[in-house]
């Protein structure tokens, strides 16, 4: 027999062993498993050394996904939509490029070779690294709904460089880089799940795995996470008290008020991190949210603390159901402090080192003190004896420290409530010009040979 075209196509419940078959002989293939839904057998094996055509050979054949990456395919001219909406398959065809033949079509009006199938973003890599290392000149192939990352991005670059440049001269279409994606904040009124995508410890909406919106890079520390989301004003029914304007959440007792942000960020992982100081979490945020949250004036009190919280609790609605107007704002939460911040393709970013998960997000309050009793960290600092003036202060601020401080200042540091340096000196000074400081509240913190000195000023 020389022609199976067509062979198995709709036949949506045959799933037989045909492993065995010979087919040696076989030079047309097309659409063959065409709609063979459930078809998912080892035909690893077989010989299509002779086959030319195999244009559709698994188009939408939606349960296969066997390692052909053997086959001998140096005959096939025909190869476009040959994986075409097979969404099961997820394997390496890397080593088809030593086979590729020179005249081999991968794409053309009926669908590119593996568009839309079930090939990650490891197995396109791995591909197209084959096809660049082993491939002939000059093959058009489409790929649509494929991402590649690192590696699969350099190998496509030469893919795709003219031969008059010493590349391939390919034609790609259709595929999308990762490595390159644009940060994408979660929309008001939405919950999205993420899932890992394959590139650079991002996290994305499975829908879009071309937009990271969370990277956790496990630093050297054994990361599986049961479950990551963020929550953006979308937790349903507001706890009582509490009401929800300006990008973030509020709850006030006439005498203080709390905030904390629509924007929540939870990882589910029951790990201890500790290893080279835990895992790297890189969240991204809204600069205009985080000003609305700072400056807006409360229903009572002043803003005297904001930044970003780690709370042990795995849901945003019970986050926001343990927003208190009391002395402790947030049971169950600790604060924490970025150990990097910037800004990527435009979207602002904060990095943490994590030693456990939780559920992040910023906060302010008008109370003093922390977060929660039962995280809370003791604040050894001497701010009750550092004096700061004038406070607020609008291009100068002195700084006097008790005359029981003997000794030169050796470092200064001043940071906003974000907990991002804004201004660092080794100096022995008393006198700091704040003037290119925007508005705000700040902390400074003194080193001294005698200890830790700190506290805190607004600019006007």
Same mark, same amino acid.
């Given at each position: 027999m020389? +022609?199976?075209? #067509?062979?198995?196509? $709709? ?9 065995g ?5 076989? =030079? ?35 349960? *296969?996904?066997? +390692?052909?990456s053997?086959? +001998?395919?140096?005959?096939?001219? &025909? ?6 909406? !097979?969404t099961? *398959? ?8 030593? /086979?590729?033949n020179?005249?081999v ?21 791995a ?6 290392? /082993? ?5 058009t ?9 690192n590696?699969?991005?350099?190998a496509?670059?030469?893919?795709i ?7 391939? $001269?390919?034609?790609?279409?259709? +595929? ?9 904040l979660?929309?008001a ?11 650079n ?30 929550? /953006? ?5 507001l706890?009582?008290?509490? !009401?929800s304007?300006?990008? &973030? &959440?509020?709850?006030?007792?006439? #005498? ?12 589910? %992982? ?14 991204y &945020?809204? =600069? ?25 609790t ?7 159901? $343990?927003?208190?107007?009391? !002395?402790?704002?947030?049971p169950? !939460?600790?604060?924490?402090?970025? *150990? ?22 910023l906060y ?38 008790? %005359?029981?401080? %003997? ?18 000196t ?35």
């Amino acid at each position: 027999m020389t +022609d199976m075209s #067509t062979l198995f196509s $709709g036949a949506t419940a045959f799933n037989q062993n045909i492993g065995g078959w010979n087919v040696s002989a076989v =030079t047309n293939m097309n659409a063959m498993f065409r709609q063979a839904a459930a078809f998912n057998q080892n035909i690893s094996g077989w010989n299509v050394s002779s086959v030319i055509n195999m244009l559709n050979l698994f188009l939408q054949a939606t349960s *296969f996904n066997q +390692d052909i990456s053997s086959w +001998d395919i140096s005959s096939a001219l &025909y190869m476009d939509s040959l994986l075409k909406d !097979a969404t099961a *398959f997820n394997q390496n065809l890397g080593p088809w490029g030593e /086979h590729l033949n020179p005249n081999v079509i991968l794409g053309s009006f009926f669908g590119g070779f593996l568009e839309n199938c079930g090939m990650n973003v490891a197995n396109y890599d791995a591909t197209l690294v084959g096809f660049n290392t /082993h491939g002939p000149n000059g093959i058009t192939m489409g790929a649509l709904g494929m991402y590649y990352c690192n590696d699969g991005a350099a190998a496509r670059a030469n893919l795709i460089l003219p031969v008059a440049s010493g590349g391939k $001269g390919w034609n790609i279409s259709g +595929d999308t880089s990762l490595a390159a994606s644009t940060p994408l904040l979660a929309t008001a009124g939405t919950s999205v799940t993420l899932t890992y995508a394959g590139c650079n410890y991002d996290w994305s909406n499975p829908s879009n795995r071309a937009r990271k919106m969370l990277t956790l890079n496990p630093n050297g520390n054994s990361l599986a996470p049961s479950g990551v989301s963020i929550n /953006h004003n979308s937790i349903g029914a507001l706890p009582a008290g509490i !009401a929800s304007s300006s990008g &973030y &959440y509020q709850i006030s007792n006439g #005498t203080n008020s709390a905030r904390v942000s629509n924007r929540l960020v939870t990882v589910i %992982d029951a790990g201890n991190h500790t290893a080279n100081g835990g895992v790297i979490v890189r969240v991204y &945020y809204s =600069t205009a949210e985080y000003t609305n949250l700072v400056i807006n004036t409360p229903p009572a009190g002043e803003i005297v603390d904001a930044g970003w919280f780690l709370s042990s609790t795995t849901t945003a609605a019970g986050v926001v159901a $343990g927003l208190s107007a009391a !002395a402790y704002a947030l049971p169950g !939460a600790e604060k924490i402090v970025p *150990f990097n911040s910037g800004s990527e393709n435009g979207i602002a970013f904060v990095e943490f080192k994590l030693s456990k998960m939780g559920t992040i997000g910023l906060y302010a309050k008008t109370q003093d003190g922390p977060l929660s009793p039962a995280l809370s960290v003791p604040d050894n600092g001497k701010n009750s004896q550092l004096v700061l003036y004038p406070n607020p202060a609008k291009n100068l601020l002195h700084l006097k420290l008790p %005359d029981s401080q %003997d000794g030169p200042i050796r470092k200064i540091t001043i940071t906003n409530l974000l907990g991002q340096a804004v201004y660092s000196t080794a100096q022995n000074i008393t006198d700091i010009d704040i003037a290119s400081l925007a508005a705000g509240m700040y902390q400074i913190v003194l080193s001294t040979d005698q200890g830790h000195w700190s506290g805190k000023f607004v600019k006007e």
